[in-house]
């Protein structure tokens, strides 16, 4: 079982509300992504988290919020977006580790995010 | 963000046809994933490599990573309409997590 799932699929929301993107892998991965995508473009990374720690930041704006609870489940809370955040946004997970150096990269559906 | 060179950009071809497309970097990667992307979909994975030189195939698609660790390359044989979509290609170096994906190219098979 190679599956991602991400929740909700499509999320409307407001530049005041505060909502959340949820993912899950029940593959036993120790690496659990968060991707940005625009249309036509490719996947862009937002975060990475290993052992349940924030592993990457690349830079994003405080108003994503990611957080790991444990090794299944990994949330993006979302406050004060703004249009330009619309987009895709993917979940993936990886059984990389510190000793397996190596690893495939699978990915949820993605929440089809739009900011009003 | 970092992105490696894809191409084709986009590609046009008659059923039955061959593809071919590749990837360039400028850093040496040692592993090198190919994905499938269809509309509101997430990218699916196609392929990966994990060695200089390795070929793979899986069904009609077959890929290659490249002797110098720059580059790889996928073909499609015999494309079918269900071929359309967009393929991604992605590189990882070695001690990081982070993967970097290729510009893309799309794929439009006229039956």
């Known amino acids: 079982d190679t599956e991602v799932t991400q929740t909700p699929k499509h999320l409307v929301m407001g530049m005041t509300n505060k909502k959340s993107l949820k993912c899950e892998q029940h593959m036993g991965h120790r690496a659990m992504y968060w991707y940005k995508q625009k249309a036509k473009k490719p996947p862009e990374l937002m975060f990475v988290?290993?052992?349940?720690?924030?592993?990457i930041n690349e830079s994003v704006p405080s108003r994503f919020s990611p957080e790991c609870p444990n090794s299944s489940l990994l949330n993006l809370h979302l406050h004060a977006l703004q249009p330009e955040d619309s987009a895709l946004y993917l979940c993936?997970?990886?059984?990389?580790?510190?000793?397996?150096?190596?690893?495939?990269?699978?990915f949820g559906e993605g929440s089809r995010l739009t900011v009003l | 963000g970092q992105q490696l060179n894809q191409s084709p950009q986009s590609m046009f071809i008659q059923e039955g046809e061959d593809v071919s497309m590749n990837c360039t970097s400028s850093?040496?990667?040692?592993?090198w994933l190919w994905y499938k992307q269809e509309p509101g979909e997430g990218p699916v994975l196609l392929i990966a490599l994990y060695k200089a030189g390795e070929l793979t195939s899986n069904g009609r698609l077959t890929a290659q990573f490249g002797i110098t660790r720059k580059d790889s390359f996928l073909n499609i044989s015999a494309s079918i309409p269900s071929d359309v979509g967009i393929y991604f290609c992605a590189g990882r170096t070695s001690g990081t997590y982070k993967y970097i994906f290729g510009t893309g190219t799309r794929l439009k098979v006229l039956a």
């Open positions: 993936a997970s990886s059984p990389q580790t510190r000793v397996v150096n190596t690893g495939e990269l699978f």
């Open positions: 988290y290993s052992y349940e720690k924030l592993s």
């Open positions: 850093s040496i990667f040692n592993t």
